[in-house]
């Protein structure tokens, strides 16, 4: 049976993962990507149902108690959580799904999918991500300030990510996932014949 491959990414907010992912996942159409839940609000241009899907905190301790979640946090005061029966139907059809998210989640998803791959995504330096958070232009000072130091945080856990791509450009960055996609599903493969 092909036991498809689960792909975790991560990396501090407003690192671009968002971009890069959408050009991977542009690139490589095998690649299906995990809409996760959230109780923060969307920003100018996300789509509910395509970015995230937007629900209140109420439905999202729903989720929570009917055990609808493959994991979820609480990041910098929203709810955030993988949505558990797309993704194990996905897998269980032989597909590469592809989950972005925070670096407690993916540790979570680890435990529960040893074989899983983690990728963590860098900024070239805190200076850059600082720019481009605050360009972005979205959140207020306190919010930029908050992930900032959330982001310091998470670029600790990365030493115990499989791959690290650094985000100098989007284009770099983008091929060299897709070249750790395409090595990963041969190896998968190469293991699943021998079982
Ligand atoms: P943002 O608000 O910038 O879209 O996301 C904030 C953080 O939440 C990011 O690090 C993002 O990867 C993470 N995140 C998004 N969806 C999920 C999820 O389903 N589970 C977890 N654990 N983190 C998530």
Redesign the pocket.
């Known amino acids: 049976m092909n036991p498809g491959l689960l792909i975790v990414v ?1 990396g ?2 407003g690192v671009g ?1 968002g971009t890069v992912v959408s050009l991977v996942r542009e690139r490589d159409k095998d690649v299906i990507f995990s809409v ?3 109780s ?1 609000s969307p920003r100018p241009g996300e789509i509910d149902g395509r970015n ?1 899907f937007f629900v209140t905190r109420e439905r999202f301790e729903d989720m929570i108690q009917k055990n609808e979640l493959l ?3 609480d ?1 910098c005061g ?1 709810y ?3 949505p558990k029966a797309y993704v194990e139907s996905e897998l269980e059809k032989g597909r590469i799904v592809l ?4 670096v ?2 993916a540790n979570n998803i680890k435990k529960k999918y040893p074989q899983c791959i983690l990728v963590f995504i860098m900024p070239p330096s805190l200076e850059e991500l600082r720019s481009r958070i605050t360009k972005r232009g979205t959140e207020t000072p306190e919010v930029i300030e908050n992930r900032l130091k959330r982001a310091e945080n998470e670029m600790q856990y990365s030493e115990s990510y499989d791959h690290i791509i650094v985000n100098d450009t989007v284009e770099k960055a983008a091929d060299r996932f897709l070249r750790i996609i395409r090595k990963e599903r041969r190896k998968s493969a190469k293991q699943s014949k021998k079982q």
Request: hydrophobic share 25%; net charge negative.
């Open positions: 991560s501090p907010a993962k996760s839940a959230t923060r995230y994991e979820w946090v990041y929203n955030y959580g993988t989950l972005e998210i925070d407690e989640g």
